[in-house]
């Protein structure tokens, strides 16, 4: 009950801080919410992903999730075997939130991509369907959940992907070996605290002053809060933008150093 009390408030203390269009006087995000978040274009591409998605909520077999802690209160407990269906309707990127990081990956045309946590692929393949000729490189700690993914990308004819399997302590550095300097990195393994302020301090590393960094679920929990408040806090990040459900990190030199808060 404690912890849905804490989301309650956590809601209610977002939605006070809200900021209307009006109140946006940094042209760089007044961009951002023109063109990202309210542009609700209905690309051709969504249906490639609605079709997946449909699919895969149709998939009655099990698989062995692992659970390196992203969806503990879908799936408790480290390793169990779930429905295919199941994971799809209650874990993977909604059709909102995936809609929302194609129209940024679309606006922005982020080169490289590296993403933490690929589950079933689906926000995986709304980055590959919004920029064909990126190159993406996608850590699943789970090995059956990535061998559902690649048979989504093959089914998709999604040829830019590039799957890496294992824990994020292991695979992390390998990665950024592969993609040492990405445009775009998107946290979506370990809604923890510790993990997730250790990834982001191993991804700064490798930052240009381009590169956006997409934090999902910053309210999951006051760890993960704690978490989104050292990240707005450190001393490279310049603009961040809180849409309760997700944070995007900029650090872009020009800008000034600012926390906005945006309805989604």
């Given amino acids: 009950m404690s912890r849905k009390v804490d989301l309650i408030l956590g809601f209610l203390r977002y939605t006070l801080r809200t900021q209307s269009k009006y109140r946006i006087?940094?042209?760089?995000?007044?961009?951002?919410?023109?063109n990202v978040l309210t542009d609700h274009q209905d690309h051709s591409?969504?249906?490639?992903?609605?079709?997946?998605?449909?699919?895969?909520?149709?998939?009655?077999?099990?698989?062995?999730?692992?659970?390196?802690?992203?969806?503990?209160?879908?799936?408790?407990?480290?390793?169990?075997?779930?429905?295919?269906?199941?994971?799809?309707?209650?874990?993977?990127?909604?059709?909102?939130k995936g809609e929302l990081l194609f129209r940024f990956v679309w606006h922005f045309k982020p080169a490289n991509i590296l993403e933490l946590?690929?589950?079933?692929?689906?926000s995986?393949?709304?980055?590959?369907?919004?920029?064909?000729?990126?190159?993406?490189?996608?850590i699943e700690g789970c090995i059956d959940s990535a061998?559902?993914?690649?048979?989504?990308?093959?089914?998709?004819?999604?040829r830019n992907i590039q799957i890496i399997t294992g824990n994020f302590e292991d695979r992390l550095v390998e990665a950024l070996a592969l993609m040492p300097s990405p445009d775009l990195v998107f946290f979506d393994g370990n809604h923890k605290m510790k993990p997730t302020l250790s990834y982001f301090e191993q991804c700064l590393q490798h930052i240009h002053p381009g590169t956006v960094f997409i934090f999902d679920d910053?309210?999951?929990s006051?760890?993960?809060?704690?978490?989104?408040k050292c990240i707005c806090s450190h001393p490279k990040v310049k603009v961040t933008i809180d849409l309760y459900q997700m944070g995007f990190v900029f650090f872009r030199e020009e800008l000034s150093k600012e926390t906005f808060v945006l309805r989604f």
């Avoid at 995986?124 to 996608?138: E, H, Q």
């Avoid at 061998?147 to 999604?158: I, P, R, T």
């Fill in 25 to 34: 006087h940094s042209p760089f995000v007044f961009d951002f919410y023109k």
């Fill in 45 to 96: 591409q969504f249906r490639v992903v609605n079709r997946l998605r449909k699919e895969l909520e149709s998939v009655s077999r099990f698989i062995k999730r692992k659970d390196l802690g992203a969806r503990s209160k879908d799936f408790p407990g480290d390793q169990r075997f779930v429905r295919v269906s199941d994971i799809a309707r209650k874990s993977s990127v909604s059709r909102k």
């Fill in 117 to 122: 946590g690929t589950s079933l692929g689906l």
């Fill in 124 to 138: 995986t393949a709304y980055f590959s369907l919004a920029a064909r000729d990126s190159r993406i490189i996608t």
């Fill in 147 to 158: 061998s559902v993914a690649q048979e989504n990308f093959d089914k998709a004819g999604l």
């Fill in 218 to 220: 910053i309210h999951w």
């Fill in 222 to 228: 006051k760890g993960m809060e704690e978490a989104w």
